[in-house]
T-cell receptor, first 117, second 113 residues
């Protein structure tokens, strides 16, 4: 099946620094990737939709200048958390949408645990 | 606003029994539904999906039922195993071409021996 990877799997950083998270589709091309964040014991909240070669579309309430998204190729999207603060600590998950058989299924990465001190 | 919700936040099931996880949705424009399984510290794993032109779909040990009349979705797991312990999310495509998904709150399934 389709595989999506994320790097790093976890990161600890100091308040005020920036952190980049990579999302890669390993065996398929993804024109669309999505970024979610998930707090403990809660559901996934969509942050933005990333389309290859164009600007990302952010959900209401998500600061585009704080969460920079770049989808430079059909297999790579990056999320940069700029000037991170403790409240940005969360589990960040990406997904990639590919056409697999009859379904437009989204395949999820393993997630990145961000802890901001 | 319209959202996907779950009736049971926690479901305790004895090993070998069948599990039924329910999900209510309110967006009548939704045309595609997916069930995901998420184990602790991992990303969601695709289980099964169903389109709105179907009312039932079966996979390996899993069945998804869709009742559009009452806007209800369920996931049935046959012969539940310890490895089935996880949080299960239903998600709906709210009818857009990008494939944006809206996730439900999730149900924690605990399989007891």
């Amino acid at each position: 099946g389709a595989v999506v990877s994320q790097h790093p799997s976890w990161v600890i950083c100091k308040s005020g620094t920036s952190v980049k998270i990579e999302c890669r589709s390993l065996d398929f091309q993804a024109t669309t990737m999505f970024w979610y964040r998930q707090f403990p014991k809660q559901s996934l909240m969509l942050m933005a939709t990333s389309n290859e070669g164009s600007k990302a579309t952010y959900e209401q309430g998500v600061e585009k200048d704080k969460f920079l998204i770049n989808h430079a190729s059909l297999t790579l999207s990056t999320l940069t958390v700029t000037s991170a603060h403790p409240e940005d600590s969360s589990f960040y998950i990406c997904s990639a949408r590919g056409l697999a058989g009859e379904s437009d299924t989204q395949y999820f990465g393993p997630g990145t645990r961000l802890t901001v001190l | 606003g319209e959202s996907v919700g779950l009736h049971l936040p926690t479901l305790s099931v004895q090993e070998g029994d069948n599990s039924i996880i329910n999900c209510a949705y309110s967006n009548s424009a939704s045309d595609y539904f997916i069930w995901y399984k998420q184990e602790s510290g991992k990303g969601p794993q695709f289980i099964i999906d169903i389109r709105s032109n179907m009312d039932k779909r079966q996979g390996q040990r899993v069945t998804v039922l869709l009742n559009k009349t009452v806007k209800h979705l369920s996931l049935q797991i046959a012969a539940t195993q310890p490895g089935d312990s996880a949080v299960y999310f239903c998600a709906e495509n709210i009818g857009n071409s990008w494939g944006k998904l809206q996730f439900g709150a999730g149900t924690q399934v605990v399989v007891t021996p």
